[in-house]
C-alpha cells in the first residue's frame, strides 16, 4: 500500500507551497514533466537534502504499465495498475501518420490524441458500455489521470514539446470526479509542465447537467462532449439510466449555458447501435434538438463484445444517419473506429484481463 503522496497531484502553486525555495517548484515540474523522470535521485539540479526529502513524501511513478496492444492503424492501449492494485486503460490514438515531402523533408509530423480514465469502473450503469459491468470502485485522483499521459508520451518518445489533443473518453464518468478531474486539466495545462492548452482538453459526459453548469462556471476554456446516444428520454432510459435524474431537455439547457471558445463547437456523441438508435427519424429528431447550438455530430460505431445483445450498425445505415445532417448544415463524423482490433471502446482491454484470470 502506497503512503508517500503522488507529487502529480499537485499544481505547480501547490508544489511551490509545499517546498522551500518554492522556486524549485518549476525545475521539479520540467524533471517530471518535460524530462519524464522516474526518479527524484535523476533531478540532477537540485540539492542533495531537497531530493531525500521528496523521495521521503512523495512517489513519482503512481503508475505501472501492466499491458500494452499495439493497433495495426498506430494506435496502442495500455493497462495500468494503480497502487492498490485496480487497473484502469488509457489510448494513444494517432490521428495523423506522419508525412513527408518528395526531397525528404517532413512535412507534418503525427497527431495524436490520447484518451484517458478518470474512475476506476463508472456508477453511471449504461447498458452498453462494458466499463460499466464491473461496477464502481474509486475514483482516480488528479495524479494518477496526469499520470496516464505522461507515461503514454514517455513510452512512445513524444517530446514534451510536441502538440497531443486529449480526450476524457476513458473509464469513468469525469464529471463525477469533477474536482480532481477539475485539477488534471491545470496540471496538464501548466507552461512549466505539459502544455497541453485547455482547448486541447475534452472532457465527455453522459450528461450530469448540474456538473455541466459547475464545469462551465469554471471558465477553464475545455472543450465539452455529451454522450446523447439518443434522443428521447424513454429510449435514452433504458440504455442510460441517468437519464432518470437528468433529461434530456435538462441537458441541453446545461449545453446552452456552457462558455464555448469562439472556434469550437459542442460535440454530441452519438453511439450508433443496430435496429434500436439507427432510424431516419432519430436523425430528423436530433436536428431539431440542436438547433440553435454551435454543436457538431460524432456518430461512434458500436463496438461489440462477448455477451452484449446490441449490435454494430451496418456502413450504410451509418451513412444514410450521417447524410441526412449533413445535407441539412449540421457538422457530422463518423468516428474512425481507431484501433478497433485492439477492443477500441474502453473497458474492453481491462475486461480481457480479468478474464483471463
Ligand atoms: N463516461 C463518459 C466518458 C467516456 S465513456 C461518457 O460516457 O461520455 C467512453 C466512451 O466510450 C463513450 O463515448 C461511450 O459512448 C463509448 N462506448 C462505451 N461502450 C462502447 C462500445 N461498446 N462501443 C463503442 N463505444 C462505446
Ligand atoms: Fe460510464 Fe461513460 Fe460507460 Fe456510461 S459510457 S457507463 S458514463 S463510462
Redesign the pocket.
Known amino acids: 500500500m502506497q503512503t508517500k503522496k503522488i507529487i502529480q497531484d499537485l499544481t505547480r502553486e501547490e508544489l511551490a507551497n509545499s517546498i522551500k525555495p518554492a522556486f524549485r517548484a518549476k525545475q521539479i515540474y520540467n524533471w517530471i514533466y518535460h524530462k519524464y523522470v522516474t526518479s527524484f535521485d535523476e533531478m540532477k539540479n537540485l540539492p542533495k537534502e531537497m531530493k531525500l526529502s521528496l523521495e521521503e513524501n512523495y512517489t513519482v511513478s503512481p503508475l505501472k504499465q501492466v499491458m500494452v496492444q499495439n493497433s495495426k492503424d498506430g494506435s496502442r492501449k495500455y493497462l495500468y495498475e494503480l497502487h492498490d492494485g485496480h487497473t484502469v486503460e488509457a489510448v494513444l490514438l494517432l490521428m495523423r501518420d506522419k508525412e513527408y515531402h518528395e526531397d525528404g523533408s517532413v512535412k507534418h509530423q503525427e497527431r495524436y490524441t490520447v484518451c484517458i480514465s ?1 474512475q476506476v469502473g ?1 456508477k ?1 450503469g ?1 447498458a ?4 460499466a459491468k464491473g461496477g464502481f470502485m474509486r475514483n482516480l485522483t488528479a495524479g494518477e489521470i496526469v499520470e496516464q499521459v505522461r507515461l503514454i508520451k514517455q513510452d512512445n518518445n513524444i517530446a514534451a514539446n510536441r502538440r497531443v489533443n486529449l480526450v ?7 464529471l463525477d470526479n469533477l474536482k480532481e478531474v477539475v485539477k488534471s486539466v491545470k496540471v496538464f495545462a501548466d507552461v512549466d509542465g505539459m502544455a497541453i492548452a485547455t482547448h486541447r482538453q475534452t472532457i ?3 450528461g450530469l447537467s448540474s456538473k455541466i453548469e459547475k464545469l462551465g462556471r469554471e471558465e477553464l476554456g475545455v472543450n465539452l ?3 446523447l ?1 439518443a434522443v428521447d428520454d424513454d429510449l435514452r432510459e433504458t440504455l442510460m439510466p441517468i437519464n432518470k435524474a437528468y433529461n434530456i431537455k435538462s441537458i441541453i439547457d446545461a449545453v446552452k449555458k456552457f462558455p464555448v471558445n469562439d472556434r469550437k463547437r459542442v460535440m454530441f ?1 452519438y ?1 450508433v447501435i443496430k435496429d434500436v438508435n439507427d432510424d431516419i427519424s432519430a436523425a430528423k429528431k436530433l436536428l431539431s434538438l440542436l438547433d440553435g447550438i454551435k454543436s457538431k455530430v460524432n456518430l ?6 462477448g455477451g ?1 445483445e ?1 449490435k454494430r450498425p451496418s456502413e450504410m445505415d451509418m451513412k444514410k444517419f450521417q447524410e441526412y445532417l449533413t445535407l441539412r448544415g449540421l457538422h457530422c463524423t463518423i468516428r474512425e473506429s481507431k484501433g478497433l482490433d485492439i477492443s ?5 482491454l481491462r475486461e480481457q484481463e480479468t478474464s483471463a484470470i
Open positions: 478518470s463508472c453511471v449504461c452498453f458500455c462494458l466499463t476524457y473518453m476513458g473509464m469513468g464518468e469525469p465527455s459526459t453522459s462532449a455529451i454522450s446516444h456523441e453511439l461512434i460505431y458500436f463496438n461489440p463484445y452484449t446490441f477500441a471502446a474502453c473497458g474492453q
